[in-house]
């Protein structure tokens, strides 16, 4: 059974960090694409960021320079480093992964207050 449970969500005041984690079980974690949505309120998701299984990365363009994705596949890990958060940050973060197909996890709110 494939799992996907994203931790590390809170509360934070701007200019703060978090780091998001998504441990993954149930898939060949290591060939897959791993990447990080959110869905702030009223909105709809949106892709943040995105790991190949080559380690090969890409960003929003409101997250450049402030976010990093990252993956540890010995442990079936996907990280979202989070820095100079702001305000429209706050969102509902979840975690994908592409293989055999689309996999969510159930997603970490994230809090960023002004």
């Known amino acids: 059974q494939v799992s996907l449970v994203e931790s590390g969500g809170g509360l934070v005041q701007a200019g703060g960090s978090l780091r998001l984690s998504c441990a993954a079980s149930g898939i060949n974690f290591s060939i897959n694409l791993m990447a990080w949505y959110r869905q702030g309120p009223g909105k709809q998701r949106e892709l943040v960021a995105v790991?190949?299984?080559?380690?090969?990365?890409n960003y929003a363009d409101s997250v450049k320079g402030r976010f990093t994705i990252s993956r540890d596949n010995a442990k079936n890990t996907v990280y979202l480093q989070m820095n100079s958060l702001k305000p429209e940050d706050t969102a509902v973060y979840y975690c994908?992964?592409?293989?055999?197909?689309?996999?969510w996890g159930q997603g970490t709110q994230v809090t960023v207050s002004s």
């Open positions: 994908y992964a592409n293989l055999p197909r689309n996999y």
């Open positions: 790991i190949t299984s080559s380690g090969i990365t």
